[in-house]
């Protein structure tokens, strides 16, 4: 075993797991239970559960406004339910804004917090505020490079939650978070059960979505979380947008003034390549001196208008964003986006300083990040009408796309890259136009010419061909190109693709 290697793999999987669980948990304050001997029985849960005053707090930081959230809780005894929302405004407040200066300041007011639910009576809540504030601390000392000590974190809250769950059956905000966690772990690659076991964390893909259905069918304090968790995670794994979408477009319908509804809405309408809708939440997101500042829109706007071909606005949404932010990723690539921006506006000098930008900072532990770093340590010049095509594409300018693309002709002095590429994008564009008979071509096109190369643009055909061949019920066929998918040993998106061919498999089997 190389464990040096090895040691900087379980690095990112811990960082970009935790991460997403940030994403998804410590906005939205997720919550779980606490740790108990094996041989205890099960009990049904009292009625416990916030108080109309901790959910009045709590859903001022739902909404991202932290000032009216404390001015709530100074009217609020301390009990479970006033530590556990205390602890979800502050890791918010910690993981948003990303500011090192606060950590260990974070880290001690969760200590005392962990200290005074010991010695409270136990109930539901007590319990599961104890390990919800436990993976609130494992997130927020992987996130700021303290990866041993948020491992352990992440065992004992993920093993309180189990036991929760054991001695409260019922008590469903607890399955929502045992199911969140039981996902992600299971849905990892096979090449992190060593450090799983190690750990002693044995996830479940099938017993997390159940849990979590459980959580999101019936009333509790916390279903909407359950929901918008459930539907996030059908989005981005089983293709399944219109729930998301129909749900995060509801709520933020219903919450005008709710932050966190806006960013959702954003970010699922530039996944699924609305970049119009897109921009339009963007433009009427609550804002004001009452909200915690959230750089991470202006990334995405920038994004957006990229897409457009708004050169001038999105290289003024990413300075934005990295001038408000003070963590380290998505820096290379936001640096990566401002270069294209210049280049493509024919601003030679400028992209050439954004280009240098790309190498001076930031981690590379987000996979755009990693794409953004091979760009500067590969050297090789990108072709403009294929980065073109591609922007349009993942904005949703499908038709616009293969007109951008029929300018692109390949010779024999064309960088391999740049000729799988080409076939990539049409596939994609034709796809997105629902011409599949034309995208299934143009995938195996690019499957056929690609062998063996490192690039994306292979596994990628492979994995949207499996998606294609399930949606028509070929289910052999499907599982042939999903296990393709994963035989590919190298290339900057290998994670998220793996992820994604594997659990497609299970839903196959």
Same mark, same amino acid.
């Given at each position: 075993?190389?464990?040096?290697?090895? %040691?900087?793999?379980?690095?990112?999987?811990?960082?970009? *797991?935790?991460?997403? +669980?940030?994403?998804?948990?410590?906005?939205?304050?997720?919550?779980?239970?606490?740790?108990?001997?094996?041989?205890?029985?099960? $009990?049904?849960?009292?009625?416990?559960?916030?108080?109309?005053?901790?959910?009045?707090?709590?859903?001022?930081?739902?909404?991202? !406004?932290?000032?009216?959230?404390?001015?709530?809780?100074?009217?609020?005894?301390?009990?479970?339910?006033?530590?556990?929302?205390?602890?979800?405004?502050?890791? *918010?407040?910690? +993981?948003?804004?990303?500011?090192?200066?606060?950590?260990?300041?974070?880290?001690?007011?969760?200590?005392?917090?962990?200290?005074?639910?010991?010695?409270?009576?136990?109930?539901?809540?007590?319990?599961?505020?104890?390990?919800?504030?436990?993976?609130?601390?494992?997130?927020?000392?992987?996130?700021?490079?303290?990866?041993?000590?948020?491992?352990?974190?992440?065992?004992?809250?993920?093993?309180?939650?189990?036991?929760?769950?054991?001695?409260?059956?019922?008590?469903?905000?607890?399955?929502?978070?045992?199911?969140?966690?039981?996902?992600?772990?299971?849905?990892?690659?096979?090449?992190?059960?060593?450090?799983?076991?190690? =750990?002693?964390?044995?996830?479940?893909?099938?017993?997390?979505?159940?849990?979590?259905?459980?959580?999101?069918?019936?009333?509790?304090?916390?279903?909407?979380?359950?929901?918008?968790?459930?539907?996030?995670? $059908?989005?981005?794994?089983?293709?399944?947008?219109?729930?998301?979408? @129909?749900?995060?477009?509801?709520?933020? @319908?219903?919450?005008?003034?709710?932050?966190?509804?806006?960013?959702?809405?954003?970010?699922?309408?530039?996944?699924?390549?609305?970049?119009?809708?897109?921009?339009?939440?963007?433009?009427?997101?609550?804002?004001?001196?009452?909200?915690?500042?959230?750089?991470?829109?202006?990334?995405?706007?920038?994004?957006?208008?990229?897409?457009?071909?708004?050169?001038?606005?999105? !290289?003024?949404?990413?300075?934005?964003?990295?001038?408000?932010?003070?963590?380290?990723?998505?820096?290379?690539?936001?640096?990566?986006?401002?270069?294209?921006?210049?280049?493509?506006?024919?601003?030679?000098?400028?992209? $050439?300083?954004?280009?240098?930008?790309?190498?001076? &900072?930031?981690?590379?532990?987000?996979? $755009?990040?990693?794409?953004?770093?091979?760009?500067?340590?590969?050297?090789?010049?990108?072709?403009?009408?294929?980065?073109?095509?591609? =922007?349009?594409?993942?904005?949703?300018?499908?038709?616009?796309?293969?007109?951008?693309?029929?300018?692109?002709?390949?010779?024999?002095?064309?960088?391999?890259?740049?000729?799988?590429?080409?076939?990539?994008?049409?596939?994609?564009?034709?796809?997105?136009?629902?011409?599949?008979?034309?995208?299934?071509?143009?995938?195996?096109?690019?499957?056929?010419? %690609? &062998?063996?190369?490192?690039?994306?643009?292979?596994?990628?055909?492979?994995?949207?061909?499996?998606?294609?061949?399930?949606?028509?019920?070929?289910?052999?066929?499907?599982?042939?190109?999903?296990?393709?998918?994963?035989?590919?040993?190298?290339?900057?998106?290998?994670?998220?693709?793996?992820?994604?061919?594997?659990?497609?498999?299970?839903?196959?089997?």
């Amino acid at each position: 075993m190389k464990f040096p290697g090895e %040691a900087r793999q379980l690095q990112r999987w811990m960082q970009k *797991t935790l991460l997403l +669980l940030v994403c998804i948990c410590a906005l939205s304050g997720e919550v779980i239970g606490a740790l108990q001997p094996e041989t205890i029985q099960p $009990e049904v849960a009292p009625t416990v559960g916030l108080t109309a005053q901790q959910a009045r707090a709590y859903a001022e930081v739902l909404k991202m !406004r932290p000032a009216a959230a404390r001015a709530l809780l100074r009217e609020t005894p301390i009990s479970a339910g006033t530590l556990l929302v205390h602890d979800c405004l502050g890791i *918010t407040e910690l +993981l948003v804004g990303q500011d090192s200066r606060r950590y260990d300041a974070i880290i001690d007011a969760q200590d005392e917090r962990l200290t005074m639910l010991e010695k409270l009576p136990p109930n539901a809540l007590t319990q599961y505020a104890r390990a919800e504030i436990r993976l609130h601390q494992a997130a927020a000392q992987v996130s700021f490079g303290h990866e041993v000590q948020g491992a352990w974190s992440l065992r004992q809250a993920y093993q309180q939650m189990q036991a929760t769950v054991k001695r409260y059956p019922t008590y469903l905000p607890a399955r929502k978070t045992l199911g969140m966690m039981q996902f992600f772990i299971g849905s990892l690659p096979e090449g992190y059960r060593w450090f799983l076991k190690l =750990l002693g964390l044995s996830g479940s893909v099938e017993g997390g979505l159940s849990n979590l259905r459980a959580a999101a069918r019936q009333p509790n304090d916390f279903q909407t979380e359950a929901q918008i968790i459930l539907a996030l995670v $059908e989005e981005t794994y089983y293709k399944k947008p219109a729930e998301a979408l @129909q749900l995060v477009g509801r709520l933020a @319908q219903q919450q005008p003034d709710n932050l966190l509804f806006s960013y959702l809405l954003v970010s699922l309408n530039k996944k699924q390549h609305r970049t119009d809708a897109a921009l339009a939440a963007y433009r009427a997101r609550p804002n004001g001196p009452g909200y915690l500042p959230l750089p991470y829109l202006h990334h995405m706007a920038a994004d957006l208008l990229l897409y457009q071909g708004q050169y001038a606005v999105s !290289r003024r949404e990413n300075e934005l964003f990295l001038m408000e932010y003070s963590g380290e990723h998505y820096r290379k690539d936001a640096y990566f986006k401002l270069y294209l921006a210049a280049w493509l506006a024919n601003d030679a000098p400028a992209a $050439e300083r954004y280009r240098r930008q790309i190498n001076a &900072g930031g981690r590379t532990v987000i996979e $755009e990040d990693t794409y953004a770093q091979r760009f500067f340590d590969g050297q090789l010049p990108l072709n403009r009408q294929l980065t073109r095509a591609r =922007l349009q594409i993942d904005g949703g300018y499908y038709q616009e796309a293969l007109a951008t693309l029929n300018g692109f002709q390949a010779t024999a002095s064309t960088p391999l890259r740049d000729r799988l590429e080409a076939p990539y994008r049409r596939a994609r564009a034709w796809h997105g136009l629902n011409r599949l008979d034309s995208a299934r071509l143009f995938y195996a096109r690019t499957i056929a010419l %690609a &062998g063996t190369a490192p690039y994306y643009f292979a596994p990628q055909s492979a994995l949207q061909l499996g998606y294609l061949y399930q949606l028509e019920g070929q289910r052999a066929t499907a599982k042939v190109y999903f296990e393709k998918a994963l035989s590919y040993p190298k290339h900057e998106y290998k994670n998220s693709t793996d992820t994604k061919a594997k659990l497609a498999l299970k839903e196959l089997e």
